[in-house]
């Protein structure tokens, strides 16, 4: 199956969404060609929009229990997202889960860290952490392919589908439209593309996985084999991963750390949690 996954860096939505995400990795993992279309949230922010994203980032860890630190937009706020995006593009190029490992890289960066991840130097750092090619990265993200990879994501994103009208999973976009983040097309076979979007269940996404021909695997790794694959996780991450709802994934943890296998990462509101040996 190919899953196009419309989505942007600096998302408050899709980093609320990663539980769902990974859930359909492990689920659906080898059935799953994923694709991330990054469709641009904002070209350029001014200086009054941290009134309403501090609000709607801590609305969206409300909603999901991801950790967020919204100071970003009063110490150092992004000024494009458009940056992190073609980013994302470039590091694609030479990974193998397309781009993803370091997609998640910037989102924790943006949303948990308060880095300001739009130039140029600290893209190329971020590449170097999730141990990619540094230098071939630099070209990459210079490079015009990369520029109209990323222009072709604008257009898709902005090629709104009758299904999310239907919805109301409609935004405005620089004067346009675009579909809400995140959105799933997927498609498999000789079917129809069919939609879900950021704001439904994970058993929409579930649903549309299977209507495409999807397999879904019974088994779920425990937390170590999770944190193993993944790196770092929040604890909502590791429930639904783990199938561990409840209590029982934030018991886990703690009793993990307790033996010093894991160790949490303190977030303003929450952790991420990391094996205790890297």
Known sequence: MHVRYYTDPACSASWAAEPALRRLMVEFGPDLQLEFVMGGLAREYSAGDAG???????DAADRSGMPVDPRLWNEGPIRSTYPACMAVKAAAEQSEDAGYRYLRSVREGLMCFRRKLDTTEA??????QVGLDAARFRI?????????????????????????RAAGEVASANGGERVTFPTLAVSGGDEATSWAFGGEPYERWRQV????GGEPSEERPGVLEALGRFGRMAAPEVEAVCDLRGPRGRAELWRLAADWQVRPQRVLFGELWELANI
């Open 52 to 58: 309403w994203l501090v609000p709607e980032w801590l």
């Open 209 to 212: 996985v299977l209507a495409a």
């Open 123 to 128: 893209l190329v750092e971020e590449a170097r």
């Open 140 to 164: 990459d993200l210079e490079s015009h392919a990369t520029v109209e990879a990323f222009g072709s994501d604008l257009d898709r994103a902005r090629a709104v589908p009758d299904e999310a």
